[in-house]
């Protein structure tokens, strides 16, 4: 059974950069073919996919927030982490990591339970 759990700070003031990180248990964020995912949730608003990370490390961000996402990964503690710079009150939601094995279809198998991150001042 695989278990995530997403860790960080639960406030960020504007301008400053948020870091987020996912740690994986019962499964290896090395094994073939498998996606690690941001999503987040504004209130009052649907999913919005932030980006992923690849088994074999190669990422992929939303267009919308490319600029400003970066996503990394430490194999030795099984986590990847979130980094979005310049954050602004738009950016408060509660962000999920997520697994999925085809990145274009979708079709989650594994959520971690959601972080609330509000962005003020």
């Known amino acids: 059974q695989v278990q995530l759990q997403e860790s960080g700070p639960g406030l960020v003031k504007p301008s400053q950069t948020l870091s987020l990180t996912c740690t994986i248990s019962g499964g290896s964020i090395t094994t073939n073919l498998y996606y690690w995912n941001w999503i987040r949730q504004p209130p009052g608003k649907g999913l919005e996919w932030v980006g992923a990370?690849?088994?074999?490390?190669?990422?992929y961000y939303s267009p919308s927030l490319k600029s400003r996402t970066s996503i990394s990964r430490e194999t030795s503690k099984n986590q990847f982490t979130l980094h979005l710079t310049s954050v602004t009150p738009e950016d408060t939601a509660v962000y999920y990591c997520?697994?999925?094995?085809?990145?274009?279809?979708?079709?989650?198998?594994?959520w971690g339970q959601g972080t609330q991150v509000t962005v003020s001042t």
């Open positions: 997520a697994r999925v094995l085809d990145l274009a279809r979708g079709g989650y198998d594994y």
């Open positions: 990370i690849s088994y074999r490390g190669n990422t």
